[in-house]
């Protein structure tokens, strides 16, 4: 079963750090470029960020919102991908889902998606 | 706000049908990149409906297609039955300033 699977949410004060990992399965994992996507509770989704494969040279993109702040990097001997977000505020309260790229000829989409992990940043 | 417009809400009886629009502009969905349509249930995470603009994926049923002309696209909805009540979003990609990869703001169907 193809299957992503995140961990590493939780409470964190305005400012600080912490770092989601997402553990992949089912799928050859190193060869896919992985995504990272948000959602604030009763919100619409953000895109937050990518990296792509070793053949790629894991090259990474992020939106305007995180850029310098959160950083996406990836482990293929473990199957897993990382955000660590630094100098988190307030609004980067969300749930944020990590997902992979399906391909059809032309076409690529997100997909499959990891479960969400919440990360709340309050005082 | 988001850089794909739709509405945010439609509603429907069941078996009727219902479209929801997603409205880009010349740097993203009128530039011909390609649409995808998400459909999230509650508490759980979204899957994919629709990809590359008019193709289900299998295991979605055929009352649910999509359509793009021009700087918009399109989700219908045919034959509404209760466990389509969810959250839609479409997503494409966007070679402006903003992230390159875009949703639009989601939409909630409800089902009368």
């Known amino acids: 079963e193809v299957q992503l699977v995140e961990s590493g949410g939780g409470l964190v004060q305005p400012g600080g750090s912490l770092k989601l990992s997402c553990a992949a399965s089912?799928?050859?994992?190193?060869?896919?470029?992985v995504h990272w996507v948000r959602q604030v509770a009763g919100k619409g989704l953000e895109w937050v960020g990518r990296?792509?494969?070793?053949?790629?040279?894991?090259?990474?993109v992020y939106d305007p919102s995180v850029k310098g702040r959160f950083t996406i990097s990836r482990d293929d001997s473990k199957n897993t991908t990382y955000l660590q977000m630094n100098s988190l505020k307030i609004e980067d309260t969300a749930i944020y889902y990590c997902?992979?790229?399906?391909?059809?000829?032309?076409?690529?989409?997100?997909?499959?998606w990891g479960q969400g992990a919440l990360v709340i940043v309050s005082s | 706000q988001s850089v794909l417009t739709q509405p945010p809400s439609v509603s429907g009886a069941p078996g009727q049908r219902v479209t929801i629009s997603c409205t880009g502009s010349?740097?993203?969905?009128?530039?011909?990149?390609?649409v995808h349509w998400y459909q999230q249930l509650p508490g759980t995470a979204p899957k994919v409906l629709i990809y590359?603009?008019?193709n289900r994926p299998s295991g979605v049923p055929d009352r649910f297609s999509g359509s793009k002309s021009g700087t918009s696209a399109s989700l219908a909805i045919t034959g509404l039955q209760a466990e389509d009540e969810a959250h839609y979003y479409c997503?494409?990609?966007?070679?402006?300033?903003?992230?390159?990869?875009?949703f639009g703001g989601g939409t909630k169907l409800t089902v009368l």
């Open positions: 089912g799928f050859i994992f190193s060869g896919s470029a």
């Open positions: 997503q494409s990609y966007d070679n402006s300033l903003s992230g390159p990869w875009v």
């Open positions: 590359g603009n008019n």
């Open positions: 990296i792509r494969s070793k053949a790629k040279n894991y090259a990474t």
């Open positions: 010349n740097s993203n969905i009128g530039a011909g990149f390609d």
């Open positions: 997902t992979g790229v399906a391909v059809i000829g032309a076409y690529s989409w997100f997909d499959p």
